[in-house]
């Protein structure tokens, strides 16, 4: 408007933080792929908290996955903590229904079970074989996250390799040792996800549940 100065307004950094996260969200929700060289060049500005870039390459890989893994590439490369690395790996996991280079997922290993499980899973899932086994054995670790994601992905894989999933699964329902069993938040995205795609494994499930009262709550959710 004509006759009005304008300033710029100092932020916060949480302030700062938390709009550039409003934004990464913004362009993946509306998939503005043309926005994310714009995000990118933010990753690394001054001021830009870590949590505002894990957020801008989290969308960047599910917009534009080449730029996405040089991006997450150069992230993972450090620190190499166990948290970081778990956390870096379940961001790759989750975009590996895009075009995600194999190798990527070796990136994170560390010679730790639960990161080795991950990234073979990961590359399995991309490979488009062995994907069923992969997912039992990471599934196997006990690495929630890692098992909620496989519950998944699992709706993706051939009838056969999916069944191989869910079997395991409620083998380990129907183990009397209840430190065997998985959460119950895998319970109920098992239940949601056999209500979709196996109505006669849900079944199994289900009087799983009847015998198991511990089970019918996050059976229920999941169904729900």
């Known amino acids: 408007v004509t006759g009005v100065q304008t300033c710029a307004l100092p932020i916060s950094a949480n302030e700062r933080s938390k709009t550039i996260r409003a934004l990464a969200e913004g362009v993946l929700i509306f998939e503005t792929k043309a926005a994310v060289p714009a995000l ?6 001054p001021g830009t908290s870590d949590e505002a ?11 534009d996955p ?12 450090a620190p190499r903590s166990q948290g970081a690395l778990l956390r870096a790996a379940m961001q790759l996991l989750a975009a590996s ?6 190798g990527a997922f070796d ?3 560390n010679g730790t079970p639960a990161l080795e499980a991950m990234a073979d899973a990961g590359r399995a899932m991309r490979a488009g074989a062995g994907a069923g086994d992969a997912l039992v054995k990471l599934i196997d670790v006990g690495y929630s996250p890692a098992s909620e994601w496989s519950v998944v992905r699992t709706v993706d ?23 065997q069993r998985p959460s119950t938040v895998v319970v109920a995205g098992l239940a949601r996800e056999l209500m979709r795609t196996d109505p006669a494994m849900l079944g199994t ?3 799983l549940a009847d015998a198991k009262p511990e ?10």
Do not use: C
């Open 53 to 63: 870039a894990f957020a801008i390459i989290g969308t960047a890989l599910r917009l």
């Open 107 to 109: 990136q994170f290993r």
């Open 40 to 45: 990118l060049a933010l990753r690394n500005a």
């Open 205 to 207: 499930l289900v009087a």
């Open 215 to 224: 089970l019918m709550l996050p059976v229920l959710t999941g169904i729900y």
């Open 157 to 179: 894989l051939p009838a056969d390799e999916g069944r191989k999933v869910w079997k395991h699964l409620l083998d380990q329902l129907a183990s009397d040792q209840a430190d």
């Open 66 to 77: 080449k730029a996405g893994v040089d991006a997450w590439q150069d992230h993972v490369a």
């Open 97 to 102: 229904d895009r075009d995600i280079p194999a």
